[in-house]
């Protein structure tokens, strides 16, 4: 058994158990994944032994538990990456700390009407409250990149946690046809451009389960 476990859930629904997954590989930390099935009759029974909120992601490191996946990213970079999952700078670091938490708790239309589904590839005509969401997330890519963006391709120029939280955002956003600005559109790419990412998308679409709500079991 390794040091890290990381318990998720589908990698075609699961967005939240994308998030401290993608961090683990980008900063090549060693780690066992245990994948549960959601949305089957016994998942509350097999999270049960891991997950203290029977959701997913849950990061098991010897004798401690952290569930939520913006916790166990704050975990990872602070007690195994000795603070490198966020930006360097307080500045640039308070920014990609916002954003984050930002996207963890707000935007519900988004998560509600089109959840992550890594094999979806349709353009879905959004609500006006999806559309100001969408702008939303526009205008925070579009600010992060042109304030902290010059000496990389992601959010901060350098990956960071900021980064991970919006992977299935991209996911999305390519899926069902966001229309964004140029800026925007160039991050949505480098995102998607990402091996682990890549990685992920495909392991996704090869699974068989039925189709169904994205955000039901994940954090």
Same mark, same amino acid.
């Given at each position: 058994?390794?040091?890290?476990?990381?318990?998720?859930?589908?990698?075609?629904?699961?967005?939240?158990?994308?998030?401290?997954?993608?961090?683990?590989?980008?900063?090549?930390? !060693?780690?066992?994944? /245990?994948?549960?099935?959601?949305?089957? #009759?016994?998942?509350?029974?097999?999270?049960? &032994?891991? @997950? $203290?909120?029977?959701?997913?992601?849950?990061?098991?490191?010897?004798?401690?538990?952290?569930? !939520?996946?913006?916790? /166990?990213?704050?975990?990872?970079?602070? #007690?195994?990456?000795?603070?490198?999952?966020? &930006?360097? @700078? $307080?500045?640039?670091?308070?920014?990609?700390?916002?954003?984050?938490?930002?996207?963890?708790?707000?935007?519900?239309?988004?998560?509600?009407?089109?959840?992550?589904?890594?094999?979806?590839?349709?353009?879905?005509?959004? @609500?006006?409250?999806?559309?100001?969401?969408?702008?939303?997330?526009?205008?925070?890519?579009?600010?992060?990149?042109?304030?902290f963006g010059e000496n990389g391709n992601y959010l901060y120029g350098r990956f960071s946690i900021a980064d991970c939280m919006f992977a299935p955002v991209a996911v999305c956003f390519d899926a069902y046809g966001a229309q964004l600005s140029?800026?925007?559109?160039?991050?949505?790419?480098?995102?998607?451009?990402?091996?682990?990412?890549?990685?992920?998308?495909?392991?996704?679409?090869?699974?068989?389960?039925?189709?169904?709500?994205?955000?039901?079991?994940?954090?």
């Amino acid at each position: 058994m390794k040091e890290f476990r990381l318990v998720i859930g589908n990698k075609n629904y699961s967005s939240w158990s994308m998030c401290p997954w993608l961090l683990l590989k980008m900063f090549d930390v !060693d780690f066992d994944e /245990i994948q549960i099935t959601l949305y089957q #009759d016994n998942t509350a029974e097999k999270l049960g &032994p891991y @997950s $203290p909120s029977l959701k997913v992601p849950v990061l098991l490191h010897r004798d401690i538990t952290v569930w !939520d996946s913006l916790a /166990i990213c704050e975990y990872i970079s602070a #007690d195994i990456l000795g603070g490198a999952g966020w &930006p360097s @700078s $307080p500045k640039r670091r308070a920014s990609a700390r916002s954003v984050s938490a930002e996207i963890h708790s707000e935007f519900p239309a988004l998560k509600h009407d089109w959840p992550m589904n890594c094999k979806a590839s349709f353009r879905l005509t959004p @609500s006006a409250t999806l559309l100001n969401e969408i702008a939303r997330i526009d205008a925070m890519w579009s600010c992060c990149r042109h304030r902290f963006g010059e000496n990389g391709n992601y959010l901060y120029g350098r990956f960071s946690i900021a980064d991970c939280m919006f992977a299935p955002v991209a996911v999305c956003f390519d899926a069902y046809g966001a229309q964004l600005s140029s800026d925007s559109n160039s991050y949505l790419q480098t995102l998607l451009d990402n091996p682990f990412i890549q990685k992920w998308i495909s392991l996704g679409r090869r699974e068989r389960e039925p189709l169904a709500i994205a955000y039901a079991s994940t954090a």
